[in-house]
């Protein structure tokens, strides 16, 4: 099956600091990538949606200059969560789809915890 | 807007009892359904999916009916065993290789 790796699988960090989570797909190419966030004992909930090359697409309620998205490769994504705050804290899950097959695909996830 | 409603967990078996897990959904048009399966510890996996009514998916056991006249999709297994422990996760999708919508999940949690 196809693989996906996030790094880091968890990362505390200090209030008011900017924490960078990479998501690649190590045997396929992206051409779509989406962005969810999950927070304990609950569903998965969509943040946004990337294709390669081109700027972020987000959800209503998901602030766009604080969880910066570059999707600058076929097979590697970037989320940045700036001036994090504890209410942050959360795990953070990409999912790629592959080209051509529209097979959607997820990475292991990425705990944050912000103190 | 689309959603997904799973029943309520969560659910605990003993081994080999039969399991079902209510899945119902809203959407315009015709979705892709799926389960999903999240082990402790770990990512999603698909599980299985249907892509069009009366579709049956199925894997490792687990079957799934898209029923288009009720708006369901229940999970099943006639046999549950001790390593399906995991949080399951319906959703659906408008169109292929687009966004999911997910409900909240259920978790199951089979006992020897």
């Known amino acids: 099956g196809a693989v996906v790796s996030q790094h880091p699988s968890r990362v505390i960090c200090k209030s008011g600091t900017s924490v960078k989570i990479e998501c690649r797909s190590l045997d396929f190419q992206a051409t779509t990538m989406f962005w969810y966030r999950q927070f304990p004992k609950q569903s998965l909930m969509l943040m946004a949606t990337s294709n390669e090359g081109s700027k972020a697409t987000y959800e209503q309620g998901v602030e766009k200059d604080k969880f910066l998205i570059n999707h600058a490769s076929l097979t590697l994504s970037t989320l940045t969560v700036t001036s994090a705050h504890p209410e942050d804290s959360s795990f953070y899950i990409c999912?790629?789809?592959?080209?051509?097959?529209?097979?959607?695909?997820f990475g292991p996830g990425t705990r944050l915890t912000v103190t | 807007g689309d959603s997904v409603t799973q029943m309520e967990g969560p659910v605990t078996l003993s081994e080999e009892a039969f399991l079902t897990i209510n899945c119902t959904y809203t959407?315009?048009?015709?979705?892709?359904l799926f389960w999903y399966v999240q082990y402790p510890g770990e990512g999603l996996q698909l599980l299985l999916k249907a892509t069009k009514a009366d579709d049956k998916g199925s894997n490792k056991g687990f079957e799934a009916t898209y029923r288009k006249e009720t708006t369901s999709f229940h999970l099943e297994k006639g046999s549950v065993q001790v390593s399906d422990s995991a949080v399951y996760f319906c959703a659906l999708s408008a169109n292929q290789g687009g966004k999911l919508i997910f409900g909240q999940g259920t978790e199951l949690s089979v006992k020897p």
């Open positions: 999912s790629p789809v592959a080209g051509g097959s529209y097979e959607q695909y």
């Open positions: 959407a315009t048009g015709y979705p892709s």
